[in-house]
């Protein structure tokens, strides 16, 4: 059963401090996508790339977050530094790419910046 | 601009009450319509894609159908275990990004 998989599941950091957040895509799909999760914004769109070149990171806050795909295997999400404003559930999906293709989403992120 | 409503934003029933959640959306050339489900603390689940109007699908209690302006998630005889969020994401032709509905919270009491 292929699955995004995501770590670490839960972090806690202190504001100024890096955070480093990581997703392994299901095999075989070529589109990742990076999202965030809160109570006010629902879901939200960071960033996404196809065949690891990044398509679209408008929704990233240039100056602190950043994103990038090492490999195929997997995707980064770092957060530098990080302030109480970013606590939230950062999101990794996984998919094909094409016209109304699915998107699988991994477990999750849970972050808390104190 | 392409936007997607939900509603209502919580329901409750009574276990085996059948009900429907809708998401109404508004998108330049409709490449398909989503449908998830969230449980707290988890990622969204895959449910549905429908692509056309007319297009309706089925799994176990749920019915997904789709109209030329919304969707609807029909839910028949639901017990507790459907209780969860439920998303709904529509694509459209200007690029490939979903755009999100807020969810509706489906809470099914014993």
């Known amino acids: 059963d292929a699955r995004v998989t995501q770590t670490p599941r839960h972090k806690v950091t202190e504001m100024g401090q890096e955070v480093t957040m990581r997703c392994q895509p299901i095999l075989g799909h070529n589109t990742v996508f990076w999202y965030r999760q809160t109570m006010m914004q629902g879901l939200e769109l960071l960033a996404y790339?196809?065949?690891?070149?990044?398509?679209?990171d408008s929704g990233m806050p240039k100056d602190r977050f950043s994103a990038e795909m090492p490999d195929a295997t997997l995707a980064t999400l770092k957060i530098q530094p990080s302030e109480p404003r970013d606590s939230a559930v950062y999101f990794c999906?996984?998919?094909?790419?094409?016209?109304?293709?699915?998107?699988?989403f991994g477990p999750g992120t849970r972050l808390l910046v104190l | 601009e392409d936007q997607v409503t939900q509603s209502p934003e919580a329901l409750r029933l009574q276990e085996g009450e059948s009900s429907s959640l809708n998401c109404s959306y508004t998108v330049s050339g409709l490449r398909g319509l989503f449908w998830y489900r969230q449980d707290p603390g988890k990622g969204p689940e895959f449910l549905f894609t429908?692509?056309?109007?007319?297009e309706e699908k089925e799994k176990e209690r749920l019915k997904a159908t789709l109209t030329k302006k919304e969707s609807f998630l029909h839910i028949t005889a639901p017990k507790p275990e459907d209780s969860a969020t439920y998303l709904c994401?529509?694509?459209?032709?200007?690029?490939?990004?979903?755009?999100w509905g807020a969810g509706t919270k489906l809470i099914i009491k014993p």
């Open positions: 999906a996984s998919g094909y790419g094409g016209a109304g293709e699915t998107q699988y």
């Open positions: 429908l692509y056309s109007a007319g």
């Open positions: 790339f196809r065949n690891r070149a990044p398509l679209d």
């Open positions: 994401a529509v694509q459209g032709d200007s690029n490939y990004q979903l755009i």
